[in-house]
């Protein structure tokens, strides 16, 4: 089946730090691979997305590459923002099909 | 821009009420889908639907209902309010082309069941 892991949360960081979060997949066919943002309060934001291996995807300076050999897609951003704090989803869907599968969640902390 | 709209942002309901969340998209697109988000759970699909009057279950749904009688209109219905679906609520709405397509969201609804 489909599925997508997480590192678990929170991860509080102070500003200028690097930032990984880690995230693998398991899926039956080709999937394309997404990163979504959550800011308080709000519903989800499309932040990054890859559709075949090796791609990169990238957006605000946050960057992912869909790693086949490692079923991954970790996300990364070279210096964090105290406004980079926010509820981030790792999410694959299979091609032709509608549904998405959604990690758990991974919320970080900026400090200033 | 895609717009996702939901009817409330926070809603308080009594054990056994009826309980209807509406969900708008205005992009014409195809598929809407109906989560709820709950700590340490994530995401998880409750119905989604590729056309009006197309529904589909998805991984957890005892308890809810859809309708879809407009193409951009999806409503989620509780039949009976019970607490544990005390959840926020997401509505999102993608194109319908495949393996790539993104899914759009609407801000959410926490709901709430005393």
């Known amino acids: 089946g489909n599925s997508v892991t997480q590192m678990e949360g929170p991860v509080t960081l102070s500003e200028e730090a690097f930032l990984t979060i880690n995230c693998t997949y398991t899926a039956t066919g080709y999937p394309s691979l997404f990163w979504y943002v959550q800011y308080p309060g709000e519903g989800l934001q499309l932040l990054l997305k890859?559709?075949?291996?090796?791609d990169k995807g990238s957006n605000k300076g946050f960057e992912a590459t869909y790693r086949k050999e490692t079923t991954s897609f970790h996300l990364e951003k070279g210096s964090v923002q105290v406004s980079d704090s926010a509820v981030y989803f790792c999410?694959?869907?299979?091609?032709?099909?509608?549904?998405?599968?959604f990690g758990s969640g991974t919320k970080l902390n900026v400090k200033p | 821009d895609v717009k996702v709209t939901q009817s409330s942002r926070y809603l308080v309901k009594r054990t056994g009420e009826k309980v209807f969340l509406e969900c708008v998209q205005d992009m014409d697109h195809e598929n809407m889908f109906w989560y709820r988000q709950d700590p340490g759970l994530g995401l998880r699909l409750i119905y989604f639907s590729y056309d009006v009057k197309m529904k589909e279950k998805g991984d957890i749904p005892e308890g809810y209902s859809v309708s879809r009688e407009k193409k951009e209109r999806f409503s989620l219905i509780l039949e009976s309010a019970s607490t544990n679906q005390t959840s926020m609520y997401l509505c999102?709405?993608?194109?319908?082309?495949?393996?790539?397509?993104?899914?759009?969201f609407g801000p959410g609804t926490r709901l709430t069941v005393l």
């Open positions: 999102a709405s993608s194109l319908g082309d495949g393996g790539t397509d993104t899914q759009y």
């Open positions: 999410a694959l869907s299979e091609w032709n099909f509608n549904k998405f599968y």
């Open positions: 890859a559709t075949k291996a090796d």
